[in-house]
């Protein structure tokens, strides 16, 4: 079945500001049990000074928490492997052992991840697509409130371009989910008027960023159904709003459309 990827990024500026009065992330949390973890090896500096370790399955393979450090023996580097790829959370740390970046990895691809200046406060939350490309950003200034954004929150869909008639059509979408806002997901099917008819799905964008969730196809009657992201600030008591459509038709076909 053929697949079709729309990419969605473009320098759209939308205004609100999001409270970053939270603590940051906590470096000791991962996404990912330690199953199957046999063995933790360790490479040294030649001075003999930790500069790595690792924690190896038992088929020998990188599975476990890694974890890397500069010469002076502070942490560098700290995430998540699976068979030698990145996968979930990863924080990376400045030579003073101030937290850098802290990120979510899917199968070796950073999903999403935020940038902190050197006195600690947050300077970027930065969404990245299925290759990796930056899609979406928020810059904060010096005090932690929203300075500017580029791009669309849903900045990424994947789904079919045919879909066999009594088949359901799967689809997965990308959508920004900044720190400290509230981030909502609801698909509806529209009637012939363009009312919402129904709720498909209610639900949020999980920490790779990802909606998901499929519906049937009627061989006997178009359909359409509305994709809404509700991005929302408490502290500001402001929201930003996102929607996409998907058509389905009674030959099978599908098409996009943003409103």
Known sequence: MKLGYIY???LSLFFWSCNQSINKPDRNRNLTNLKNVDITRKWYYEDSTLRKEQEINKKGEPTG???YFYPSGVLEDSAYLIKNEFHGSRYEFDENGNLSIFSHYWRNRARNGLFY???NSLNYYRCYGYAEDLLFLIEYDESGR???????PIYQWIGDDIVKI???????LLVANPPHCKTKFTAYELDEKGQKKRILIETEPDVFNRIRYGVE???NEDKRYLNVVEIYDSTTQKSIEDKMMIRFYKS????FERL
């Not at 929203?146 to 669309?152: A, H, I, L, P, V």
Request: net charge positive; charged share 40%; proline share 3%.
């Open 8 to 10: 969605l990024f473009s």
């Open 65 to 67: 928490v890694y974890k």
């Open 117 to 119: 200046r050197s006195d």
């Open 146 to 152: 929203f300075k500017r954004s580029d791009g669309y």
């Open 166 to 172: 009594g088949k359901k059509f799967k689809q997965e």
């Open 217 to 219: 196809q009627d061989p």
């Open 252 to 255: 099978g076909k599908t098409s």
